[in-house]
């Protein structure tokens, strides 16, 4: 059974910076596409980016280019999402989201999922 967790989340000050970490067991990591996805309150889910398999490629939301930026190491079977210049759109609990294949947008595409982790972005 592919369990994930995430962790990194917590409150911090408009402009400020956060990493998040997820950890895969249970199965082949370096042959999941790792997402990161973030809900908040009385919204859906909403991809955010993602980096495939094969370390090759990345893709990320409009509303967060040039501010987080994805990446793995599959011998810690670890993806990280590097958060900087927060804002308080930015407000949501974030997935950690795992797939076979490449990477894919929605949420439905998604096999495995982390329990989510609070980021909250408030002065």
């Known amino acids: 059974q592919v369990q994930l967790v995430e962790s990194g989340g917590g409150l911090v000050l408009p402009g400020g910076s956060l990493t998040l970490s997820c950890t895969v067991s249970?199965?082949?990591?370096?042959?999941?596409?790792m997402a990161w996805f973030r809900q908040a309150p009385g919204k859906e889910r909403e991809f955010v980016a993602a980096?495939?398999?094969?370390?090759?490629?990345?893709n990320y939301a409009d509303s967060v280019k040039g501010r987080f930026t994805v990446s793995r190491d599959n011998a810690k079977n670890a993806v990280y999402l590097d958060m900087t210049n927060l804002q308080r759109d930015d407000t949501a609990v974030y997935y950690c989201?795992?797939?076979?294949?490449?990477?894919?947008?929605?949420?439905?595409?998604?096999?495995?999922w982390g329990q989510g982790t609070q980021v909250t972005v408030s002065s």
């Open positions: 989201a795992g797939r076979t294949g490449g990477t894919r947008l929605r949420a439905l595409q998604y096999d495995f």
């Open positions: 249970g199965g082949p990591f370096g042959s999941y596409s």
């Open positions: 980096a495939a398999w094969n370390h090759d490629y990345t």
